[in-house]
């Protein structure tokens, strides 16, 4: 990741970012899919757009992932498999730099389905901004960090949790208290 002066300094002179999150049909990249993605592009000044898509994933879910994040197989289908949603998605982030919670998770799994899909990996993984990382730094006194505790410890609206796009803007608002923070702290 940037060091947060250059984070902050590109922040302030209005780069864009794409905040996504992916809701899947288990934990391991190796054997799962890909079900949601949520995005939420942003500048300091404002929202520029949303993307949000529901995907089949070609292969059923276990009761324990459904009452994670409320998705059922029956949701699922008739929506389109990853390989069709990939050039819409893919569209929307260009030109942009990535903001995930734990992004490696993220990151893993779309980058997995775009190899599944016989396409290359996501190019800007590496300078992705993972607010985990940034919000350990910004607000060690939490003590927590998971996307929902850190939602509730900073007052920010949470939507439904666990649905992509709503954990999008969750960790687009993290994003911005972590740069305000680091800014009245420089150093920290």
Known sequence: MKPLKKLIEEYNNGAVYTAF???TTG???HTERVIEIGAVKFSKEKVIAEYNVLIYPEKNMSPQVIRIHGISDEMLVGKPIFREIAPAFLDFITGTTLVAHNAQFDIGF???ELELAGMSGLKNARATIDTLYL???SFPEAGKHSLQFL???LSIPSGT???ATDDARVCMELFRKCIIRAELKPGQ
Request: proline content about 0%; aromatic content about 6%.
């Open 21 to 23: 999150d992916t809701e």
């Open 27 to 29: 934990l391991s990249r």
């Open 161 to 163: 949790a666990h649905r």
């Open 151 to 153: 939602a509730d410890f």
């Open 110 to 112: 779309i980058n997995k």
């Open 135 to 137: 919000s350990r730094r």
